[in-house]
């Protein structure tokens, strides 16, 4: 599955964004979506998936303030982030993949992250 991100940029604190992920080359109904983040000089980590049916989990920090959500017959992907904090600053990044058992597995390949920043 090929993956592109957008949507980010520059936000102050207390402030919402909406990030878009458009998918192609493969049937995107049939992967676990992510979205992912990787502030700088540190680890990129996971922030959300959802099932092919809407099933969702999400990071602790971000529980409550992000959603994330799907449109299969678009084969997009979003993540709808409100009252943002200057921690939530990082590239963010979408990709396909599933569970096994309760680790989440992304495909290899990733795509072009969209960058958020969170400053007064």
């Known amino acids: 599955v090929q993956l592109q991100a957008s949507g980010g940029g520059l936000v102050q604190p207390g402030g919402s964004l909406n990030l878009s992920c458009a998918a192609s080359g493969s049937i995107f109904s049939r992967y676990v979506m992510a979205w992912y983040r990787q502030a700088p000089g540190k680890q990129r980590e996971l922030v959300a998936t959802i099932t092919s049916t809407g099933v969702t989990e999400y990071k602790g920090s971000v529980k409550g303030r992000f959603t994330i959500s799907r449109d299969n017959a678009k084969n997009t992907v979003t993540l709808q982030m409100l009252r943002l904090k200057p921690e939530d600053t990082a590239v963010y990044y979408c990709?396909?993949?599933?569970?096994?058992?309760?680790?989440?597995?992304?495909?290899?390949?990733w795509g072009q992250g969209t960058l958020v920043t969170v400053s007064s």
């Open positions: 990709n396909a993949g599933d569970y096994i058992g309760s680790y989440y597995y992304p495909q290899r390949s």
